[in-house]
């Protein structure tokens, strides 16, 4: 399974770093990708990473305030937010693939999520 965590209240212009934890599998033979998902909208491709971690994929609403890192020793993904919106509140999720793209209904595994909700 994929567990997110690190979600939680923070005001606009704040930062937060969301973490999801893998077992079960390979974790290092998978791409994994970051996606969020806000009341009444569709599941939308937030960031995703390589294998290796050598290359990454960003929507374009996060380019240059998200960064997403993987551990493969560790297990983990990482999702750093910063400069945060309003706009950016969702709960958010973490999933896996075999390769890297930015097509939501192509991932394998998806964690359960967490909220994120920023406050103006």
């Known amino acids: 399974p994929l567990v997110e965590s690190g979600g939680g209240l923070v005001q606009a212009g704040g930062s937060l770093r969301l973490s999801c934890a893998a077992s079960?599998?390979?974790?290092?033979?998978?791409?994994m990708g970051w996606f969020r998902q806000a009341p009444g909208k569709e599941r939308e491709f937030v960031a995703g990473?390589?294998?290796?971690?050598?290359?990454?994929k960003y929507a374009d609403s996060v380019q240059g305030r998200f960064t997403i890192s993987r551990d493969n020793a560790k297990n983990t993904v990482f999702l750093q937010m910063n400069s945060l919106k309003p706009e950016d509140t969702a709960n958010y999720y973490c999933?896996?693939?075999?390769?890297?793209?930015?097509?939501?209904?192509?991932?394998?595994?998806w964690g359960q999520g967490t909220q994120v909700t920023v406050s103006s």
């Open positions: 999933a896996a693939r075999s390769g890297l793209t930015i097509v939501t209904k192509a991932y394998d595994y």
């Open positions: 079960g599998l390979t974790f290092s033979n998978y791409a």
């Open positions: 990473v390589r294998r290796s971690g050598d290359g990454a």
